[in-house]
C-alpha cells in the first residue's frame, strides 16, 4: 500500500520517530517565480488563503531574489525576513528546507514528483521533448528555484479549468476531488497559486506576516538612532527607469498593478491616471508641506520632525530638505540599499505616503492597515476634485 494512504488509515497527523509531523491532508508547494518582492508578497497571501481552504500545510518558499550581473535568481529564506510562528496561528505552514530535509523523504519520493501548471507551457530548449508539459525548471527563476532544493519533476499535470478563487464556487471542494491527498500529498506549482494583484479578501492575512526579530531590531535601532526625536513621515518614491516605462501603460489601462488598493477592486474611486503612477516632484513637495502642516494642526503636541525616504533610484533628499527647511523638518534615508529595512521602517511611520500603483507601497499600506496607522498615497484623490470639494464644502 502507498505509504501516504497508510498514514491517512492511521490518523490525521502521524509523527515519527524523530517527532516530525506528516500531514496526512497534503501539502502544497509553488515558486514565487513572477515578479520582484512587492508581487511576492501579494502572491504570498493568495498561497496561503489557497492552503487553508484546501487544508493542506503550505509549504514557505523562500523569497527569489535577482542581483546586478548575476544571471540566476538567489532564494532567500523566507524565514530571513519574517516569522514562522505567527502564520502558524492562521495555518500550518513549514520552511521549504525543513519540508526537504525531514518530510519529502517519507512522503515525496522523487519519481512521483510531478509538476501542476494551468496548461502546457512551451520549453525554452529547442531539443527537448514536444510532450505536452509544464517545463517547471525552465529558464531563470524557476531552474534555480526548484535546484536550490534539488527537485526535478518527472512528469505535469495540467489543472485547467481549476483556479484559485477558493472565496467563490466552492473552488476548494473542486480541487480536494480532482486532487485528493491520498493520491497527491504534495502539489509543486510552477508559479504561485494566487492572484496579482492580491484579491481583497485576502489582503487581511498581512497580519500573520510580521517582521523577522534581526529586521525589527534593525528598523528600531534606525529609527533610534538616526532620526531625530518626535513624529516621522516615511515615504515611498518609486522613480526608477523601469516604473518610467510601466506608467506608459496608463493611458491604456484602467488599473495597473496594485491600483485597486486606492482606486477600489472595480474602480469605484476612478480609473488611473498619470500622475498616480509618477507624480511630478512638485506634486510631492506640495503634497508634503500640506501633511505636515495638517499634523501641525490636528496634533500640535506631536509635530512632524523628520522625513524617511524609501526610493528604487531619486531618493530627492536635496529637494526635500530645501523645501522643508522653513519648516525645521529634515530628510533621512538608508545608508546603504536594503529594501525590506525600508518597508519595515515604512511600516512603523506616523504617517505613510506610497504610490498607489506599486507592490512595494502595497505591502506598507497593508502592514499599516493592520496596526490601525494612517496611509495616503501620491496624488490621490486627484487635486482637481480635491480642490472642486474643497470648494463645495465651503
Ligand atoms: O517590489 P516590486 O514588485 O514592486 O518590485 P512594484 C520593485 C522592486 O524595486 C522592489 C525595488 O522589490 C525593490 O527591489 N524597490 C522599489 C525599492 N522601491 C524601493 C524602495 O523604496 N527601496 C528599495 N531599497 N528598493 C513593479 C512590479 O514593482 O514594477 C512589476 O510589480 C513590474 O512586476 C514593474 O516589474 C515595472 O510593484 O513597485
Request: aromatic residues 12%.
Amino acid at each position: 500500500m502507498h505509504l501516504f494512504l497508510q498514514l491517512i488509515l492511521l490518523g490525521s497527523f502521524i509523527s515519527f520517530n524523530n517527532a516530525d509531523e506528516i500531514d496526512v491532508n497534503g501539502y502544497l508547494a509553488y515558486c514565487p517565480c513572477m515578479g520582484r518582492f512587492g508581487n511576492q508578497a501579494d502572491h504570498f497571501l493568495g498561497a496561503l488563503a489557497f492552503s487553508k481552504a484546501l487544508n493542506r500545510t503550505l509549504i514557505l518558499p523562500p523569497w527569489v531574489e535577482y542581483r546586478k550581473g548575476e544571471i540566476r535568481s538567489r532564494q532567500v529564506p523566507f524565514d530571513t525576513y519574517f516569522q514562522v510562528e505567527p502564520l502558524q496561528e492562521y495555518h500550518r505552514v513549514i520552511l521549504m528546507a525543513d519540508f526537504m530535509q525531514r518530510i519529502a523523504p517519507q512522503v515525496w519520493p522523487e519519481d512521483k514528483r510531478v509538476s501542476f501548471c494551468y496548461m502546457e507551457r512551451k520549453t525554452l530548449a529547442p531539443n527537448k521533448s514536444s510532450k505536452p508539459d509544464c517545463h517547471a525548471k525552465d529558464g531563470n527563476p524557476f531552474g534555480p528555484f526548484w535546484d536550490t532544493y534539488n527537485i526535478s519533476f518527472v512528469d505535469s499535470v495540467f489543472y485547467s479549468p481549476l483556479n484559485f478563487d477558493i472565496h467563490h464556487r466552492a473552488m476548494a471542494t473542486k480541487w480536494q476531488e480532482k486532487f485528493p491527498a491520498s493520491e497527491w500529498p504534495v502539489i509543486p506549482f510552477t508559479g504561485a497559486p494566487a492572484s496579482f494583484p492580491v484579491q481583497m479578501e485576502n489582503r487581511e492575512l498581512q497580519r500573520y506576516l510580521r517582521w523577522s526579530p534581526i529586521y525589527d531590531e534593525m528598523r528600531h535601532t534606525f529609527i533610534k538612532n538616526k532620526l531625530p526625536i518626535g513624529a516621522f513621515i516615511g515615504l515611498h518614491l518609486r522613480n526608477g527607469i523601469d516604473w518610467v516605462r510601466a506608467c506608459e501603460h496608463v493611458r491604456d489601462s484602467q488599473q495597473l498593478f496594485a491600483s485597486p488598493q486606492c482606486l477600489g477592486y472595480n474602480n469605484e474611486r476612478g480609473s488611473i491616471y498619470f500622475e498616480l503612477c509618477l507624480p511630478s516632484k512638485e506634486l510631492i513637495i506640495r503634497q508634503i508641506k500640506r501633511l505636515i502642516k495638517s499634523v501641525k494642526q490636528s496634533n500640535p503636541k506631536n509635530e512632524i520632525r523628520s522625513i524617511f525616504v524609501a526610493a528604487d533610484a531619486n531618493h530627492m533628499i536635496t529637494e526635500l530638505n530645501t523645501a522643508l527647511s522653513r519648516m525645521n523638518v529634515s530628510t533621512y534615508r538608508l545608508d546603504n540599499d536594503d529594501p525590506h529595512l525600508d518597508l519595515a521602517i515604512l511600516g512603523m511611520a506616523n504617517h505613510f505616503v506610497g504610490n498607489c500603483v506599486s507592490s512595494f507601497s502595497a505591502f506598507v499600506k497593508r502592514e499599516r492597515d493592520v496596526k490601525g496607522l494612517p496611509s495616503y498615497f501620491w496624488a490621490f484623490p486627484k487635486e482637481k476634485e480635491r480642490h472642486v470639494r474643497a470648494h463645495e464644502e465651503l
